[in-house]
C-alpha cells in the first residue's frame, strides 16, 4: 500500500534542512511495492503486469499507465504507440527537463512513494512537472503546487539557497527561463548584495561560481538596482580571475605524467583528446570575455586600465571578434594615463592556432605594436586637453619607456617603431632624453640599419630638448649619424650663449645697483666681466668648429665616401677641444657664480657696515 496523503508541507522546519519529503495523493489501485534497477532498465515491482513503456534518454521504464495518467495531464493527449514486446504502449519522452532521474522522482512520487525535495532536484522537478502538466485541476496537492511552494518559501528568501539552485538550472533551458525560476533566483541574489554588506567578500565568491549566463542576469538586476559601479566592476573582475586564469594546469599535468617515452602511444591518445576537450574549453573562456565585456560598466573608476589591458590580452589569446577588441582598446584609451609599462606589453599573438594567418618571420614582432598604437589615437582622440596639463608629462614617459623596451626587438621596423615615436605631438614632450634613449637602444639593436633609415628615425627627436647629460652622451655616440651629433653640438652650443647671457645680464644689473666706491666689488665685477669675455671667445671657437664639420659633411658628400670621411671627420672632431666644452663651460659657469657669491657677501657686509 502506498503511504498515507499528507496534504500540506511544513515549511518552516525546511528553512533549516532545506529539504522536505514529498508525499502524493493516494493512488487508489496503487500496489507496487518497489522500484528495481537492472542495468538501464526501471521496473515497478507489482502484481499487475506493466502496460506502459516509457524511454528518457537511454532509460527505459516499465510503469502502469493509470498512477502517471492521474497525475500527468500530457499523458493524457500523448501519442501513446503500441509496445512491441508486450501489450502495452510505449512512449519516448524528448528534451525531458531533468532527464532519467527526475522522471524516476516523479514516476516515484506518481505511484505514492515518499520522495525528498531539496535544492539540487526542486528546479528540474518543476521544469517536469510543467512538462508533464501536473496540475491542481487533476488532483491537489499535485507536484507543480508543492514544488512551487517550496521554492517560493524556502529558495527565494536565501541568496544561497538560489545560488544552489541556479546551478542546477544550467541544463534546464528553455524551461527553467520561461516558469522564471532563473529570473527570481537572480532577484534574490542581487538584492542580497545590498542587504548584507558585511559578507561582500562571501557574497562575491559564491556568485563567482556561476555560469556566464546567469551572473550576467545577477549583474544586469544589480545595475538596474542602482549599485555603485566599483562593486560591479569587483564583481565583473572576480569572476574573470575565477575563470579565465588557471585552466591549463590538468594539461601540464598530464604531459608531466606522459612524458617517458615507453607512454608515447598512452600520450598521443590522450593528446587527442585533450585537444579537444581544450577546444571547447577556449570556446567557453571565448564567449564568457565576450559577455563580461558587454557589461562594463561605463564609469572611469569602476574598472583599473590594468585589468581592461589584461582583457584584452586574454581577448586576443581566445580569438574574439575583431569588433570587441576594438571596444577594448577605446575604452583603454580613456583611461591610459593610468597604465603601466608592463601592463602595454601586450605578446605578438601571430601563430595559427588563435586562428590567425601565419605571418613571416619579419612580421613576427615580441609585441603587438599596432594595438599600442590604436590605444595612443584613441587616447589623442578623447581626450586632447591632456596634452595641455601636467597629464601630458605622464603620456610622454609612458610611451618613452614602452618605446625602450619594445626597441630591442629584431623583428620590430624602423617604419612602425618610427610611427609610434611620432604619435604625440611636439608639446606633449618637454625633454627628449627618454626618447633619445629608445632610439640609441633601437639602433643597438639593429646594426644593420641603413644610413638612410638612422637619419629619418634621429629626425624624431628634437635635440633642443635634451639635457647636458643627454647632449653629452649623444655627442660621443658613434652609433648616431653625422648629422644628429652635429645638430646636438649646436644644440649645445645655443645654451651656452643663453647661459652667457643671463650671466651678462646678471653682472650688469648687480654692477648697477651699485653704489659703493669700495674697489674690492669693483675688481669682483671687472674680473667676471673678464671671464665672460673668455666664454665669448669659447663660442666663437666652437661656431669656427661647427663651420669646419659642416664643410667635411659637403665635401663627404661631393667625394661619395660617406664611411672614410666619416671616419676622417670623427678623428678630427675627437682632436678638437669640441668634447671639452662642456667641462670647460661648467667650470667657467662655476667660478662666475662663485665669484658672484662673493662679491654679493662683501656687499651685504659693506652696507652693514654703512649702516652702522
Known amino acids: 500500500m502506498a503511504h498515507q496523503y499528507s496534504p500540506e ?77 508486450n501489450d502495452g504502449y510505449e512512449l519516448k519522452l524528448q528534451n525531458f527537463p531533468g532527464g532519467a532521474e527526475t522522471f524516476e522522482i516523479v514516476v516515484k512520487f506518481c505511484y505514492g512513494f515518499q520522495v525528498s525535495l531539496n535544492l539540487r532536484n ?9 512538462f508533464l502538466d501536473m496540475t491542481e485541476e487533476l488532483e491537489d496537492g499535485n507536484l507543480i503546487s508543492k514544488t512551487e511552494k517550496f521554492l517560493t518559501f524556502v529558495v527565494f528568501s536565501s541568496w544561497k539557497d538560489s545560488i544552489s539552485v541556479l546551478k542546477s538550472c544550467e541544463n534546464l533551458s528553455p524551461w527553467a527561463e520561461n516558469l522564471q525560476i532563473v529570473r527570481r533566483c537572480c532577484d534574490s541574489v542581487s538584492w542580497a548584495s545590498q542587504e548584507n554588506a558585511s559578507g561582500q567578500n562571501r557574497w562575491l565568491n559564491d556568485v563567482a561560481t556561476l555560469h556566464i549566463d546567469h551572473f550576467i542576469r ?29 585552466n591549463d594546469v590538468e594539461v601540464e599535468g598530464l604531459k608531466k605524467r606522459y612524458r617517458n617515452e615507453k607512454d608515447e602511444v598512452q600520450w598521443s591518445i590522450q593528446q587527442g583528446q585533450n585537444q579537444e576537450k581544450e577546444f571547447e574549453q577556449n570556446l567557453e573562456r571565448r564567449r564568457i570575455i565576450e559577455r563580461l565585456v558587454s557589461i562594463f560598466p561605463h564609469q572611469k573608476d569602476a574598472i583599473p586600465c590594468k585589468f581592461l589591458l589584461w582583457m584584452l590580452k586574454m581577448a586576443m589569446v581566445y580569438s574574439v571578434s575583431p569588433a570587441l577588441l576594438s571596444e577594448l582598446e577605446k575604452r583603454i584609451g580613456i583611461f591610459l594615463e593610468d597604465a603601466s609599462v608592463y601592463d602595454l606589453l601586450i605578446p605578438g599573438y601571430t601563430n595559427g592556432k588563435q586562428g590567425k594567418k601565419v605571418k613571416s618571420k619579419e612580421e613576427q614582432t615580441m609585441y603587438n605594436v599596432d594595438s599600442v598604437q590604436r590605444i595612443l589615437e584613441y587616447y589623442l582622440m578623447n ?65 644593420d640599419l641603413s644610413e638612410h633609415d638612422r637619419r629619418r628615425l634621429c629626425r624624431v627627436m628634437d635635440c633642443r630638448k635634451l639635457s647636458v647629460d643627454a647632449c653629452s652622451h649623444a655627442a660621443q655616440n658613434d652609433r648616431l649619424p653625422l648629422r644628429t651629433v652635429m645638430q646636438v653640438l649646436f644644440a649645445e652650443q645655443v645654451k651656452l650663449r643663453a647661459t652667457m647671457q643671463i650671466n651678462q645680464q646678471t653682472v650688469n644689473a648687480d654692477s648697477s645697483d651699485q653704489v659703493d666706491t669700495c674697489s674690492s666689488p669693483k675688481e669682483e665685477i671687472k674680473m667676471l666681466k673678464q671671464d665672460l669675455e673668455k666664454m665669448a671667445v669659447l663660442i666663437e671657437d666652437l661656431q669656427s668648429d661647427y663651420k669646419n664639420l659642416q664643410q667635411d659633411c659637403e665635401n663627404m658628400g661631393r667625394k661619395q665616401n660617406a664611411l672614410s670621411s666619416w671616419i676622417l671627420g670623427w678623428n678630427k672632431l675627437k682632436k678638437s677641444t669640441l668634447f671639452n666644452v662642456k667641462s670647460d663651460s661648467n667650470h667657467e659657469n662655476r667660478e662666475v657664480k662663485e665669484k658672484e657669491k662673493r662679491m654679493s657677501s662683501m656687499l651685504r657686509l659693506k652696507r652693514r657696515q654703512s649702516l652702522q
Open 218 to 246: 545577477i549583474v544586469t538586476s544589480m545595475t538596474l538596482k542602482g549599485l555603485r559601479p566599483e562593486f560591479l566592476g569587483s564583481c565583473i573582475m572576480i569572476y574573470a580571475e575565477r575563470w579565465l586564469l588557471g
Open 122 to 130: 526542486a528546479a528540474p522537478l518543476r521544469c517536469a512537472a510543467e
Open 9 to 85: 508541507i511544513d515549511y518552516a522546519d525546511t528553512t533549516h534542512t532545506h529539504q522536505q519529503d514529498l508525499v502524493a495523493p493516494l493512488t487508489p489501485i496503487s500496489t507496487v511495492v518497489t522500484f528495481e534497477k537492472r542495468d538501464h532498465s526501471w521496473f515497478a515491482k507489482s502484481p499487475l503486469p506493466s502496460d506502459l513503456t516509457v524511454m528518457v534518454n537511454d532509460i527505459t521504464f516499465y510503469v502502469h499507465r493509470y498512477p502517471l495518467m492521474s497525475r500527468c495531464g500530457y499523458l493524457g493527449h500523448a501519442d501513446l504507440q503500441p509496445s512491441v514486446t
Open 383 to 447: 581626450e586632447p586637453q591632456q596634452l595641455q596639463n601636467h597629464g601630458n608629462t605622464n603620456i610622454s614617459k609612458l610611451l618613452d619607456n614602452y618605446l625602450a623596451e619594445i626597441a630591442g626587438d629584431p623583428n620590430l621596423s624602423a617604419t612602425k617603431f618610427q610611427v609610434i615615436s611620432e604619435s604625440l605631438p611636439d608639446t606633449a614632450r618637454p625633454c627628449d632624453d627618454g626618447l633619445y634613449r629608445a632610439i640609441d637602444i633601437y639602433l643597438k639593436a639593429h646594426p
